[in-house]
């Protein structure tokens, strides 16, 4: 199974930008999905999360900015992002799991995807 990140880009701090996660149809509507980002020189950090049953949970750093959706019972899971700071600027991956629960570990997450670039000027 594979995911596939897209969306990211270069904008202006204060702008927005809208992050696809998309997977085999079907099956990214069974697993919980995470966002994760690795900025240069710092460590992988999660950054948003929607469960199977659509609930959400999210980073500090991004609530009330950053929301996480799904668009219907398959592909693909959103992570719209606004209010967008420069130190928002990293690779965004996102990242599949089974299990039950809020999951903000990246060693929980089984499957992942390619990063999408997001550089947010100042």
Do not use: H
């Amino acid at each position: 199974v594979q995911l596939q990140a897209s969306g990211g880009g270069l904008v202006q701090a204060g702008g927005s930008l809208r992050l696809s996660c998309a997977a085999s149809e079907g099956f990214i509507s069974r697993y919980a999905i995470g966002w994760f980002r690795r900025a240069p020189g710092k460590e992988r950090e999660f950054v948003a999360g929607i469960r199977w049953d659509s609930g959400t949970f999210y980073a500090d750093s991004v609530k009330g900015r950053f929301t996480c959706s799904r668009a219907n019972a398959k592909n693909p899971v959103y992570l719209q992002m606004n209010s967008l700071k420069p130190e928002d600027t990293a690779v965004y991956y996102c990242a599949a799991t089974s299990r039950v629960g809020n999951s903000y570990v990246p060693d929980e997450y089984y499957y992942w995807g390619q990063g999408t670039q997001v550089t947010v000027s100042s």
